[in-house]
């Protein structure tokens, strides 16, 4: 079994930063990427940013330039420092794992509960 848990959101004025940090726990395989999401009220779960097991990040076009992605392997844990923070970068930020067992398998989704990240301008 896998478990994310997400901290790191709060409360922060336009133009202020946050970062983000997510634990992964569990059997985690040698072939995963983590990821960040997004999901404002009323809107569909987006991806924010993305890096793999070699590290190649991969980022949505909104956050580039503010967010970076980053992990750490050996402690499973993946970062997003936020810079430069918007009212539109106001959602629940959800932390993915997404990994097969290996090279036969499938690849599986596990999320975290989420973390609210809240702009004010």
């Known amino acids: 079994q896998v478990q994310l848990v997400e901290s790191g959101g709060g409360l922060v004025q336009q133009g202020g930063s946050l970062r983000l940090s997510c634990v992964a726990s569990g059997r985690i395989s040698q072939i995963n990427t983590m990821a960040w999401y997004r999901q404002a009220p009323g809107k569909q779960r987006d991806l924010v940013a993305s890096i793999t097991q070699g590290k190649v990040t991969n980022y949505a076009d909104s956050v580039k330039g503010r967010f970076t992605i980053s992990r750490d392997n050996p402690k499973k844990t993946v970062y997003l420092p936020m810079n430069n923070l918007q009212p539109g970068d106001t959602a629940v930020y959800y932390c993915?794992?997404?990994?097969?067992?290996?090279?036969?398998?499938?690849?599986?989704?596990?999320w975290g509960k989420g973390t609210q990240v809240t702009v004010s301008s």
């Open positions: 993915n794992l997404n990994q097969r067992r290996d090279v036969l398998s499938s690849y599986r989704d596990y």
